[in-house]
């Protein structure tokens, strides 16, 4: 009965697995949203379809296409529609125009506004906008519609902010948060983004304070379908990552929560960011964010959000949003402690402990953690290394992604059951002693330096009363065994595949130690199956098959295109001509038009136009000069004062371009701006290298740089001008990209570059 009982616990283990992921987010046969709020995903994917059409960058024919288009579509929900226009360069020195598309929707009350964002335009330069953001707009005005239906007068005034510019630097955010007049009014900010084109929607807070408010809140609106813990929480607020409404609260103190999926990376601000790509559950689950949160704080008084007190808070099957004070966190731990100590001392006292065997049960764990985290740490290098088309992939996270990361989890298990195999001579109550004390050690770390993740107590608590089971009975029930388990595979099963789709494969060393660890929280259960080898050789055998699935699918095609870039970079000074790329593995379409005198880039290249990554040209090729012609650069003033030696730079283009980025070497800049708009402080002293700034043009605007350096200083600029028109220019004959191809995104691509430097 028992051996019965034991092998059933096996298919339960693995349907608890998958639950522990499929409950993230809905089905596609889940009909509650549209029954219970009348949101429908099919009519926020007809947005869809007419927002991503075609590439709608700042300064793109398409961009007031989409624009016109939410407005028309604000218009026939019966909003009263504007359009607030300005310049900005934000905190990233990247100058633009923006015109955000503004709304409201008046509430009975007089209290603070809730604020609803996303933005409409697409990254420079392929990018369709789909999922970023064209889901966003989507799920907005589809959700207005289903609210507007319900004839139901909110409390509540509701700002709508479709935002321009948020891809160059969050300069429509910018524009909005510290020009317009019914910013002031704002109390909470919800805000649809995406970071790929499927997988659930996480929940991330913006706040300047506490998070307890904001938490409470919204565990009481009751969304179906929250994906959310405050390890991401703790650890979003550590990176440099920034959304629309960080403008918000870093400049007018307002607080709100980000929703975004941020799964498939490999699409996001590419070409395949498009309308049959996007995951329409992931869509639904904005739906299924949005349309609680809009009928709950739309009632709300959004003047009480702000706290100084933080709350630990994890998403779990079943209860949906656990959360707890961060006061409670060292409480926690040290009741953890103090039941270990009682287990210990029990255990030693009626010998089902011995001092030997306790020591010896650290081995095991101890050894798979080695050897996983080894395999881990290099396996993106391997990877890479067979496949170096995948460098090129500079989201870092391959096509067949998951994949790998499932074949990283099967080979770490594989090592967990080989090892503890070794290890049988030990009594199980010794082997739980390791995993015990490592456990508790982990959570006294992340008590101390990362209390968002305080949390991991929770599974730990379970451990131990299976650790108490199994010192009071020798064959405790297996079924029971699991139960207590079920805390550590519905909170940790989600991060061996959380870290890398969000930081990339590079982080696979995540999956490879979470993975030994979860084991150690199994292991109450699993050390009891007597057929640990067969089971390592069957987790290995299934790490074999990922891997042959996952290189039988390392090819790129139409569907899974490899990315390309190539620009054609002419010094107007020197008249010297020449191809460059940032493909690191030559695609044959960009070495056919490169020729075959391609050289490697070498590493003393100083100004290279803005990357996300920071990447570099890699390979370049001289070639014929064409009739390209640069800017019109004239110095309209030059005094000194003091000294300080102000000047005015007009930069005038000579022919249709999109972009003029401006380094300026080793010349120290006291202060800039560009046609009157000032480079912040925070910006020139922290975050500008040698650029001084990039213009993204409109209308073929002309730039004037007011700039003041010290007296007697020489000023020293490089001007980098660039149309994004190489492919479609008269003046060259590139054949067209195959289809196994794209644009590279996150670099200047398929560009047309004019070199100019000025020394007055």
Known sequence: MKNTRLWITIPLLLLAIYWSFHSLMPSPTDKGLEGSYGFSTDLALEHVVKISQKPHAVGFPAHQEVRDYIVRELEELGLEVSLQEGYTAGDWGNYSKATNIVSRIRGSGSGKALLLLSHYDSNPHSSLGASDAGSGVATILEGLRAFLEKNKNPKNDIIILISDAEELGLNGADLFANRHPWTSEVGLILNFEARGSGGPSYMFMETNRGNEKLIEAFIAADPDYPVSNSLAYSIYKLLPNDTDLTVFREDRDIEGFNFAFIDDHFDYHTVRDSYERLDRNSLTHQGSYLMPLLHHFSEADLGQMKSLNDHVYFNIPVFKMVSYPFDWIWAMWYIALAALIILLIAGFKNQRLTVKGALMGFLPLLVTLMINGIIGYFAWTVITAAYPGYKDILQGFPYNGHTYILAMVLLSLAVCFWVYQGFKSVSLPDLLVGPAIVWLAICWGVAQYLPGASFFVIPLYAFLASFLLLQYQKEPNPLLLLFLALPAIFILAPYTSMFPVALGMKMGITTTLITPLIFALLLPLAAQYK??????????????????????????????????????????????????????????????????????????????????????????????????????????????????????????????????????????????????????????????????????????????????????????????????????????????????????????????????????
Do not use: C
């Open 531 to 760: 057929w640990k080898k067969t089971l390592g050789i069957l987790a290995f055998s299934g790490f074999m098959i990922a891997i042959l699935v996952a290189h039988l699918n390392s090819g790129f095609t139409p569907d899974r295109a490899k990315p390309t870039s190539l620009v054609y970079v002419l010094n107007t000074d020197d008249k010297q001509a020449q191809w460059a790329t940032y493909e690191k593995d030559l695609s044959a379409w960009t070495r056919g038009v490169m020729g075959s005198d391609i050289r490697e880039q070498g590493s003393t290249e100083n100004n290279i136009p803005g990357s996300k990554y920071n990447s570099r040209y890699t390979f370049w090729a001289l070639t014929d000069e064409k009739e390209i012609p640069g800017p019109v650069v004239t110095i309209e003033k030059d005094t000194t004062l003091g000294d300080t030696r102000f000047l005015e730079v007009g930069i005038f283009p000579q022919r249709n371009v999109n972009r003029l980025e401006v380094f300026t070497g080793d010349t120290p800049i006291l202060n800039a701006s560009i046609n009157g708009i000032e480079l912040s402080p925070y910006y020139l002293k922290d975050r500008r290298s040698n650029r001084l700034f990039t213009h993204y043009i409109s209308n073929n605007d002309s730039t004037f740089l007011q700039v003041s350096i010290p007296r007697g200083k020489e000023l020293n600029l490089t001007l980098y001008e660039a149309s994004n028109d190489l492919l479609e220019n008269p003046e060259f004959e590139i054949p067209p990209r195959p289809e196994e191809n794209i644009p590279m995104p996150f670099v200047l691509n398929d560009a047309v570059i004019t070199i100019k430097s000025i020394r007055h």
